[in-house]
């Protein structure tokens, strides 16, 4: 028996994790005044995933040497790792209301020398897939069996540091390295596709020598299944091409980008929660 299967749990209580950082997410955000919750939601199933049932990770170690890896490329979307490290007992969940304030650990973008659980330190975007491919090519150097999962956003498709990245992971064949594409479809300045459009996505990933896993980012089984399939993959990394909603979850909040880096009032984030709450009581 592997041991990730240790840390395996039912579909519906993945779901019913995911609406927990959702919630977690719009209250931190509420106390904090500031940050992004439009790209934390739109992740919050794919984080969800990984953390309760994907990886292996040890909260009471969280340098374990042979843990799985997570690089969160989007640092801006902190708020979705910060509550997902929360919830599985990185540090108290208390910490989660002292989000962007001044001396308290849990800042706009994650920091790997105060912060629990945080593999790398990210906010500059195009670089968190460099950082995965070193940690995997060390991983193979090292004779290690974990595994390096790097989390993207559409606008890093335009940096050309991710593109250098895709061809030397092919190159080097870190078939230990699961690149997930949050594809919401939104970014700072508008519409991918209207700020610099990097169509078609699938083909490129290809043509860069990756295997490519088309996924919906908000269906749990759909996801699992991905990444089972990427562990299957030898000789060449995988990249999950998931299509999300930004701001998933929250009904006045979905694909509009002016959620991108705005954070509710006192007023919305009830309104988010109690939303949120309703979806949790159909979960049971």
Do not use: C
């Amino acid at each position: 028996m592997r041991f990730r299967r240790n840390f395996t749990v039912s579909v519906l209580d993945l779901k019913r994790k995911a609406n927990q950082i959702r919630q977690d997410i719009i209250t931190m955000l509420v106390s904090a005044k500031s940050g992004h919750p439009g790209g934390s939601l739109s992740a919050t199933d794919i984080v969800a995933a990984l953390y309760f049932h994907e990886m292996k990770v040890k909260a009471e170690d969280p340098q374990w040497a042979d843990r799985d890896r997570f690089v969160l490329s989007k640092g801006h979307a902190a708020p979705v790792l910060y509550a997902a490290l929360a919830e599985k007992g990185f540090f108290p969940k208390e910490e989660l209301l002292g989000l962007r304030h001044t001396g308290r650990m849990l800042q706009g973008h994650p920091d790997m020398k105060r912060i629990p659980g945080v593999d790398m330190s990210t906010g500059s975007l195009g670089q968190g897939l460099s950082a995965a491919n070193g940690m995997a090519l060390a991983g193979k150097l090292n004779k290690k069996d974990y595994r390096v999962y790097v989390l993207m956003g559409d606008g890093e498709m335009g940096e050309g540091q991710i593109w250098e990245a895709a061809m030397a992971a092919a190159h080097y064949k870190l078939d230990n390295v699961t690149a997930i594409l949050d594809n919401n479809g939104l970014q700072i300045d508008g519409p991918t596709e209207q700020v610099m459009s990097t169509s078609p996505l699938l083909d490129k990933w290809k043509a860069f020598g990756w295997h490519v896993i088309e996924v919906d980012g908000h269906d749990i089984e759909s996801l699992l299944a991905a990444f089972e399939e990427a562990k299957a993959t030898k000789g060449k990394p995988t990249l999950l091409l998931a299509k999300t909603i930004k701001g998933k979850g929250v009904s006045f909040m979905e694909n509009q980008v002016g959620w991108h880096g705005n954070a509710p009032s006192a007023e919305q984030g009830e309104q988010a929660l109690s939303e949120l709450r309703e979806e949790a009581s159909h979960l049971g």
